[in-house]
């Protein structure tokens, strides 16, 4: 009985992990608009109900082409060498992000 303690404290861990993640999923509330910040001032608000493209001047002459899609916003280019920001993908969630910090410029998920 013994050897079997540690499995089961293995599974009862996958277990609470797996419902965690699938009530986050379910729980997070589908955002509104996408807000712009570039070394912590706000530069646009792009609402999310509206297929878009816009280009960001962030900072250390760095620009971004942010694109709004189908309910979603992403970075499609970016100046910054490692470029993280552009693949960090599609976002739509509340409070779901997308830094450069290179260019110190903050995409987040926010509803109205």
């Keep these: 009985m013994k050897k079997y303690i540690g499995a089961i404290g293995i599974g009862i861990i996958v277990v609470v992990c797996a419902v965690w993640i699938f009530l986050q999923d ?4 589908q955002g509104s608009v996408a807000e712009v910040r570039v070394a912590n001032e ?3 608000t792009l609402p999310l109900d509206r297929d878009t493209t816009v280009t960001i001047q962030g ?4 620009t971004l082409v942010v694109i709004v ?3 979603s916003v992403y970075v499609e ?7 993280i920001c552009v693949n960090k993908g599609k976002i739509s969630r ?7 910090l290179p260019a110190q410029t903050i995409i987040e998920i926010k509803t109205t």
């Design 26 to 29: 379910i729980l997070s509330v």
């Design 42 to 44: 706000v530069v646009q």
């Design 59 to 62: 900072k250390n002459d760095m």
């Design 69 to 71: 899609s189908e309910g």
């Design 77 to 83: 280019r970016s100046g910054c060498p490692d470029k």
């Design 94 to 100: 509340e409070y779901d992000t997308i830094v450069c």
